[in-house]
């Protein structure tokens, strides 16, 4: 009794087939009777060898009764008959015609007389079991079987259906190896691409980001340096300026007396006592403006620099509006340009007559 659904399988004869119900079986079995009827005509003669008649093996009539006897069993529920007849189809005593070899020798059986010849004899050489019993099966056709039973040849068919599934798998195997080469090839050009951009955007951010953010530095620390250096010089001018009006008189008393002289003359000693060290004061006052305004410039000209260069990186990235070689030397040129220069400052006064002749 077989059970439903039923894989066929016949690898011999090179046919994997399911059947789903017994309407699928009947179905088959009808299939496979048309088949033999085609092949009526190509049965019909006599088999003649050395001008000796041996008769006909008649394979299409008994094919056909016993496909009618399978037919009526599975209609009561019976499939004996046909396991019987798969198991002589895996001995290669009955031609499954739904199989590569049946269509093969269906294909002989279209063409000239040899190959109708060759279809003829591998037909009654493959369908043993419906020739049995007739004269030429006896007197000819067993001989034939066991040749070709014993040939090498017999045994490439002993496995059709795995070979036609190697062959099956070996073409998916490189379909999948064509299609496996093309998404790596398209992946690489994708990867060649992101690194290409990472190349570009480190040698970017090397040779201009980098900078920027260097002159952004400097620009603060030259902004946080200046402004102690305004702290210190608006300290260094309060200082005196709280001293005077806190100790007014006192400082006006010996002024007066410092500039007056022995005969109510003004003394010129008494005025450079009071000029010089005021004098020097000034020039202490002087010098830290002068590093103030000097670190005012450095941070005003390190923010400017910044902003040059991100202007420049903003146009190398702008792909609708590409900067021309007259912009980027135009930038370059004052992105590059010296620092702002410093003015030498000469020392303090040494006395008196260096004061007048300076002034």
Request: aromatic share 16%; hydrophobic share 45%.
């Given at each position: 009794m077989i059970a439903?659904?039923?894989?066929?399988?016949?690898?011999?004869q090179g046919i994997s087939q399911n059947v789903p119900d017994s309407a699928g079986l009947v179905k088959f079995l009808q299939v496979e009777s048309s088949f033999f009827s085609e092949l009526s005509t190509l049965l019909a003669p006599n088999i003649v060898l050395g001008n000796m008649g041996f008769g006909n093996p008649q394979v299409q009539d008994r094919a056909s009764r016993a496909f009618n006897q399978m037919l009526k069993e599975i209609k009561e529920d019976k499939f004996q008959s046909f396991?019987?007849?798969?198991v002589s189809a895996r001995d290669l005593r009955v031609l499954i015609g739904q199989g590569r070899i049946g269509q093969?020798?269906?294909l002989l059986s279209n063409s000239g007389d040899t190959s109708k010849q060759q279809a003829r004899w591998m037909t009654y050489i493959l369908c043993a079991d419906w020739s049995d019993g007739g004269n030429a099966d006896i007197q000819l056709l067993s001989a034939f079987r066991a040749a070709f039973a014993a040939n090498p040849v017999t045994q490439a068919y002993g496995d059709l259906v795995s070979?036609?599934?190697?062959?099956r798998q070996a073409s998916t195997a490189v379909e999948i190896s064509e299609n496996a080469k093309r998404e790596l090839?398209?992946?690489?050009?994708?990867?060649?691409?992101?690194?290409?951009r990472l190349e570009q955007l480190y040698r970017t951010k090397l040779t201009l980001d980098e900078p920027a953010l260097t002159w952004a530095k400097i620009a603060q620390r030259k902004t946080t340096v200046w402004?102690?250096?305004l702290a210190a010089f608006a300290i260094l001018v309060a200082i005196p300026i709280l001293l005077a009006v806190a100790n007014w008189s006192a400082i006006a008393d010996a002024v007066g007396k410092l500039t007056a002289g022995a005969n109510g003359t003004f003394s010129i000693a008494g005025l450079a006592t009071i000029t010089v060290p005021a004098l020097l004061y000034a020039w202490l006052l002087k010098?830290?403006?002068?590093?103030?305004?000097q670190n005012l410039n450095l941070a005003d000209d390190a923010a400017h620099r910044r902003s040059l260069a991100l202007t420049y990186m903003g146009l190398l990235q702008d792909e609708k509006h590409p900067a021309s070689d007259q912009d980027r030397a135009i930038i370059l040129n004052a992105l590059f340009r010296p620092i702002p220069s410093q003015t030498a400052d000469e020392g303090p006064p040494?006395?008196?007559?260096?004061?007048?002749?300076?002034?």
């Open positions: 439903f659904p039923y894989q066929l399988t016949i690898p011999s396991e019987n007849y798969v093969q020798i269906k070979s036609m599934e190697a062959v090839e398209e992946f690489i050009r994708q990867k060649t691409e992101v690194f290409d402004a102690w250096w010098n830290v403006s002068r590093i103030f305004i040494s006395g008196v007559i260096d004061l007048i002749r300076n002034k």
